[in-house]
């Protein structure tokens, strides 16, 4: 009998729980502190010997138990315990902790203009996904499920919203397989390139949009790269690119739908002191809309992406940045 792979997997077999949520234990949130407090009382830059070498000899489980949640179970997983806005230390030096953290599960990337390699998640007033060159981390609507750049995905919550903004995430895997029971004529579809704006964050001289396809196989595994509202923007932007197909605005659609389906697409709120990470290559995900009212805290989340030699990136990046 086949053994179903863990990382294809429908709403109702996830739930919260170790497979794909804990909190650090006693002795790795005073490593934490201990790193933050370092960097917060030091000149110390994120690459700093010191603090790599201490989160290395103290936290090696832990970034192994992660890895290994991100290739052989679900393809996320959550860590909670770390601190938020509401403790002690700026985001300045949470973000240096960010980077030294991750930088034992990948290599940090650039992701914009600016060189940033932590990107500050947080709406913009006024802003809306049909703003120029608007991206999803600065709207406060709901964020139809993609992809990002990089083999891993991190976000770290400081602030979350008081209503909405829930994390959705989808097994590529799963949709693959759906589509293809339901109309496996477009899941070919989904197989062929597709033009997707970069946004204005290509470097310079470089192509102002990417071609690339949903679906590919990278030998013998399946990888995904998916983000319909760049495609529709290149549409737009672009009149010398050819035009949709009828096939490919059927295929989208259909992504759309099955990527969304109560049956496939698990939600989860990242509350502050957590950091989600995501399997980039196996791991949809999405975002509820949401709201703060006056006076309330702004959802404020921190985000990396790696790569790493251990998850194999198909995809050039469309954003225009490393892949």
């Not at 996830?14 to 407090?37: C, F, T, Y």
């Not at 700093?48 to 489980?61: G, I």
């Not at 970034?63 to 509401?86: K, W, Y």
């Not at 009212?293 to 469309?318: C, D």
Request: contains cysteine; aromatic residues 10%; charged residues 25%.
């Amino acid at each position: 009998m086949k053994q179903m792979n863990p990382l294809k997997w429908y709403s109702n077999e996830v739930k919260e729980g170790p497979a794909n949520s804990r909190e650090l234990s006693i002795h790795e949130k005073k490593i934490v502190i201990q790193v933050l407090d370092l960097l917060e009382h030091s000149d110390f830059s994120w690459d700093n010997s010191t603090v790599k070498n201490t989160l290395h000899h103290e936290l090696l489980p832990l970034f192994d138990e992660i890895m290994h949640s991100l290739i052989h179970v679900r393809g996320f997983i959550t860590l909670t315990g770390f601190p938020s806005a509401n403790d002690k230390y700026s985001a300045d030096v949470i973000k240096k902790f960010l980077l030294a953290f991750c930088s034992h599960l990948g290599s940090p990337l650039i992701q914009n203009k600016n060189n940033d390699l932590i990107f500050d998640v947080k709406s913009i007033e006024g802003m809306t996904l049909d703003t120029r060159d608007s991206r999803g981390p600065y709207v406060k609507e709901a964020l139809p499920m993609h992809t990002d750049a990089g083999a891993i995905l991190g976000m770290y919550c400081l602030a979350s919203a008081d209503v909405g903004g829930h994390t959705i995430l989808a097994s590529s895997r799963t949709v693959h397989d759906e589509i293809q029971k339901i109309r496996p004529d477009l899941l070919d579809v989904l197989y062929q390139p597709v033009y997707a704006d970069r946004r204005g964050n290509e470097p310079a001289g470089a192509s102002p949009y990417d071609l690339s396809p949903v679906f590919a196989m990278h030998g013998d595994e399946l990888r995904c790269q998916y983000h319909q509202p760049f495609y529709n923007d290149a549409q737009k932007k672009f009149p010398e690119l050819p035009r949709y197909t009828p096939q490919q605005i059927e295929a989208m659609e259909l992504f759309d739908q099955v990527s969304l389906r109560k049956d496939i697409a698990f939600e989860t709120k990242v509350k502050p002191g957590s950091i989600i990470f995501i399997n980039n290559e196996e791991i949809l995900h999405g975002r509820t809309s949401f709201d703060h009212p006056e006076n309330q805290t702004v959802r404020h989340l921190l985000r990396i992406w790696l790569n790493t030699p251990k998850i194999k990136h198909t995809f050039p990046s469309f954003l225009g940045y490393p892949g």
